[in-house]
């Protein structure tokens, strides 16, 4: 019978429509056209900040946005440009210019399509916890060293992209600060932070950007002074809807450079695949609700794929988006489609006023965004706990910070890989028996003493037998003077890997050249198929792998008279 394979594919907009009403819809309806609101002012933000414009921040929300609320695993996830993506993106707009951009979003795309299909959604979500926490942090304070020139109006016109190097030209520019735009970017942080104070229906980052663009305006109109630059200075604005056209890469090759942008995709998927799965898990437990990681793996994938072809960047499901939904009633997709469509009206009828907005007040908002995703409370937390985890925390911020995202997560996994391995390792013991044993109460009959027969040694393995314990158990067995008859104690081991299962056919080849005889005791089913896909089985017969302590220690009394004989 050849296996069944199935794609998990079952976006939350169909089931949710079995039961829809109007009394659904209407709250919806309101939840969208708040996350709209919400939205306008971060898209706009994140676009700029990313190096490309508000006219591409709005894009993606709006495209993003609708593909993953039509097709994807959460009810009410909202989908959009975020600030983890701005360090990425720009990086990548520096090097490989927009076409690269695009290239690099389209097979970051494609990887979370297949991430989706092969069903790893449930393994992503697995990601050190530390290492998130880590880049996370590194990111914010990346995205904090972004906004200076604007915050401070220094007006310097290609600012370095290095950490050291772009503080260093902050610190030597300092005397050129515009104080019109230093006074506005912290008005428009002190709007945000004490409007949740007054009311937490209003989001802050939009009341910041209306108060500061009607002052900007009415200082220029009735005082004849242009205090700061604005969007419409900087950048050519949002006018009708987005045309469809091909990337484009110029002289590069096309081959050269999708080698070049492997890793910085496979980053942006990895990145995408987090930070929406996460922000679906924090949904489901407001929501009592319970999300489809693959589908929705599959719909980011989608969204990424698509937006290129429209000028937008990468895109994932947003947190704060996502919980202002369902703070306002969103329940069901149609409120993140309803968002699109408020964007959209904006990007169609407000293009003017959007150019209007003062940069130092945006760069307040990505300040307040910055704040927000640092996670300082549970970085404290977190400093109370193991050295292992600290270590991680720290390194993957700092190589975030210092070089880039990509380092960093590779880098932060391995360690993390490292250090999970030497945990195991320190939990996983490996005793040599003789004389008598104790059985506890772990599945087997009850707290008694056994005896071993002479001529006999129990090796009791505790915990799996994977690479990293492999060459301790080998070290063990070679180490001292063997008896004839050597069991090894497997209950506890719940899997095998190659490199057990090699150390532990040396050591039976090894026992039976020296006229020595192995019994395996407590085989479970899994390690019993490993072994005996390996031959070991046969080398040992059957009738020498047990599953039970009381049935190798009867095997070996049986083996030692004849011995004796």
């Known amino acids: 019978m050849k296996p069944h394979f199935s794609i998990d594919f079952s976006p939350k907009l169909f089931h949710t429509m079995r039961t829809y009403n109007r009394a659904k819809l209407m709250k919806d309806i309101m939840a969208g056209i708040i996350v709209g609101i919400v939205a306008i002012p971060l898209a706009i933000a994140f676009g700029i900040a990313s190096g490309v414009g508000p006219t591409e921040g709005l894009v993606t929300a709006i495209i993003a946005g609708f593909i993953i609320s039509a097709l994807g695993g959460s009810r009410v996830q909202i989908g959009g440009p975020t600030g983890a993506f701005i360090v990425i993106i720009y990086g990548i707009i520096q090097q490989f210019?927009?076409?690269?951009?695009?290239?690099?979003?389209?097979?970051?795309?494609?990887?979370?399509?297949?991430?989706?299909?092969?069903?790893?959604?449930?393994?992503?979500?697995?990601?050190?916890?530390?290492?998130?926490?880590?880049?996370?942090?590194?990111i914010a304070v990346t995205i904090f060293s972004t906004q200076i020139n604007d915050l401070l109006g220094l007006g310097i016109e290609n600012v370095p992209a290095e950490f050291f190097e772009k503080w260093g030209c902050y610190f030597a520019n300092i005397g050129k600060t515009n104080w019109w735009a230093l006074g506005i970017g912290l008005a428009s942080i002190l709007i945000i932070v004490f409007t949740p104070k007054i009311s937490k229906k209003m989001p802050g980052s939009l009341l910041a950007i209306i108060i500061m663009t009607a002052f900007c305006w009415a200082l220029e109109r009735f005082a004849g002074i242009h205090p700061v630059k604005t969007i419409g200075d900087l950048y050519e604005l949002p006018?009708?809807?987005?045309?469809?056209?091909?990337?484009?890469?110029?002289?590069?090759?096309?081959?050269?450079?999708?080698?070049?942008?492997?890793?910085?995709a496979f980053t942006i998927a990895?990145?995408?695949?987090?930070?929406?799965?996460?922000?679906?898990?924090?949904?489901?437990?407001?929501?009592?609700?319970?999300?489809?990681?693959?589908?929705?793996?599959?719909?980011?994938?989608?969204?990424n794929i698509v937006v290129p072809f429209f000028g937008g960047i990468p895109a994932t499901g947003a947190i704060a988006r996502t919980m202002a939904n369902i703070n306002n009633g969103g329940r069901t997709p149609i409120a993140g489609i309803v968002h699109t469509v408020v964007l959209l009206l904006v990007l169609l009828f407000l293009g003017g006023l959007v150019g209007a907005i003062p940069m130092p007040c945006l760069a307040g908002v990505l300040i307040m965004v910055?704040?927000?995703?640092?996670?300082?409370?549970?970085?404290?937390?977190?400093?109370?706990?193991?050295?292992?985890?600290?270590?991680?925390?720290?390194?993957?911020?700092?190589?975030?910070?210092?070089?880039?995202?990509?380092?960093?997560i590779e880098v932060g996994l391995a360690l993390a890989v490292v250090l999970f391995v030497r945990r195991i390792m320190e939990t996983s013991k490996i005793s040599v028996l003789r004389d008598e044993m104790e059985l506890h109460h772990d599945g087997e009959d009850g707290d008694v003493q056994l005896s071993i027969p002479k001529g006999v040694e129990v090796y009791e393995i505790n915990g799996p037998l994977f690479f990293g314990v492999a060459t301790k158990f080998e070290e063990m067995a070679t180490m001292r003077d063997a008896m004839p008859i050597r069991i090894v104690r497997m209950r506890k081991v719940s899997f095998i890997d190659s490199t057990g299962l090699h150390n532990l056919e040396i050591f039976i080849e090894a026992a039976i050249k020296s006229g020595q005889q192995v019994i395996l005791s407590g085989v479970n089913k899994r390690v019993y198929n490993a072994i005996e896909s390996a031959g070991i089985v046969e080398k040992l017969g059957k009738e020498n792998v047990l599953d039970h302590i009381d049935l190798a220690l009867a095997r070996a009394e049986e083996l030692a008279k004849r011995i004796n004989e």
């Open 97 to 138: 210019g927009v076409g690269g951009l695009a290239i690099a979003t389209i097979m970051a795309g494609i990887m979370l399509v297949l991430m989706g299909v092969f069903k790893l959604g449930s393994i992503i979500k697995f990601m050190p916890y530390p290492i998130i926490v880590g880049f996370t942090a590194g």
């Open 239 to 264: 006018s009708g809807l987005p045309s469809f056209s091909l990337p484009s890469l110029g002289d590069q090759p096309l081959w050269a450079t999708i080698q070049s942008l492997l890793p910085t």
């Open 270 to 303: 990895m990145l995408g695949a987090i930070e929406s799965l996460l922000s679906a898990m924090v949904a489901d437990g407001v929501i009592s609700s319970r999300h489809n990681s693959n589908t929705e793996l599959m719909a980011q994938g989608v969204a």
């Open 370 to 408: 910055s704040y927000n995703m640092s996670g300082w409370r549970t970085i404290r937390s977190m400093c109370r706990q193991s050295r292992s985890d600290i270590a991680i925390l720290f390194t993957t911020m700092l190589l975030t910070i210092i070089f880039d995202l990509t380092i960093a």
